[in-house]
């Protein structure tokens, strides 16, 4: 009997089943490309990920006929997006008015929104999800990467594929294996996030609170809110060293209307750090290797979008892949097409999130006095009719994907 582990072959190892895995991995089998998910955790089910489903992304659950049954999971449903900036309370984004079906961003549990990717994705059998499955290893061989090598709860595993998929995520094991560079952009803070309860009462659309210092962000999730502190970059430490009252009071001086709510935040342990990053790969290929998604470029959490970038990015591979693989294994130009499809959208969101770090977010977190709200939150406050412009690039983003490559499909 041979020691050596089981061995799969499939067409496409895709390593990571996030959004842009799960997508990426429905629309190859969609189109009868056979795939192999590999997804390390035994479930969808994690602490929070992020919940904007973006208008982008519900236009791609239209076109692909998923629209119905994914708002059947009754999503909550954000037509604005609005705060309380230097003491003005201003609408800043207005989703009513953008040229799609879907004029909100629809707020659900991340591990909600892939469990229906995965139900949809297995009608078809050409798709093949293992859960608590790590990919640990790329398998070169004369310079082509030909599959990787995993464990999973039965042992390790390898799997043989014309193309390896790193979809790993902002930690990604794959982009590391290959030895693809890191263009690190950095951010100035962090994000704490903790839940506090909600009431029937409360408002229903997401909001932020930017003053004296800093930021909260709250977004309803049925019963509960989830809440996000910003703090300035390595400052959690602080936080804590300042105590749990201090915390709570902070708290509450953002959010007057949860402060009978902040004692349920009992202890720091309840409370998660985020450590924002922002980066993207220099290059995101290699003969047999494709990074997408946070696996190619971590997104600072300015605006929401990594979920909705994350499934751009799945949606041109698709485009680019699924012809591609009918001619035989994808070769390093398709590839790299893919990386000229999808850099600018990533170069243009990043250069925003940048910007707005470092002229209102570093400009918050860095001060404990009240600043007066910047002048285009003042125009924004003033001007409806301008608020369609956050909403267009937070809501569509710059170059949004269609699925087309479905109208050659066998579906
Ligand atoms: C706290 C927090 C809040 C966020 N809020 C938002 C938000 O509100 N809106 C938004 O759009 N974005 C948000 N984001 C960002 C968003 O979650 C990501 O941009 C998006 O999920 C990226 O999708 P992805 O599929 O590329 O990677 P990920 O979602 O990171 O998925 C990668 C998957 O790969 C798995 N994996 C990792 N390594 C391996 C391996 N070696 N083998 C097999 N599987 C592996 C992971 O378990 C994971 O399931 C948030 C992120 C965090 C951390």
Redesign the pocket.
Known sequence: MSDSPPELTTRCCI???????MMLGYLLARAGVDDVV????PD?F???????I?PSTLEVLRALGLLHGFLALNPDRAETLGGVIGGLSVTVADFTHLPVHCRFIALIP?WDFLDFLAREARRYPAFHLRME????ALIEESGRIVGVK?NSRDGPLTIRAELVVG????????RAQAGLAVKNIGAPMD?L?FRLSRNEKDPTQPFGTFDRGRILVL?ARGDYWQCGFVIPKGGFERVRACGLDAFHSDIATLAPALADRVHEIENFDSV?L?SVAVDRLECWQRDGLLC????AH??S?IG???????IQDAVAAANILIPAFRRGPPRLEDLKAVQRRREYPTRATQALQVFLQNHVIRNVVGSEKRAPPPWPVRLLGRIPVLRRIPARVIGLGFRPEMPDALKASNH
């Open positions: 390593a990571g089943g996030g959004p842009a895995g590999l997804e390390k955790w969808f994690r602490d929070f990920r992020g919940d904007t973006h991340q499955t790590e990919a640990t995993a979809a790993d995520g902002r930690h990604s094991t794959m994000v996030w977004i998660k985020l997408i998604g946070d696996a971590a997104m959490p929401g979008v990594g979920i909705n970038l994350a």
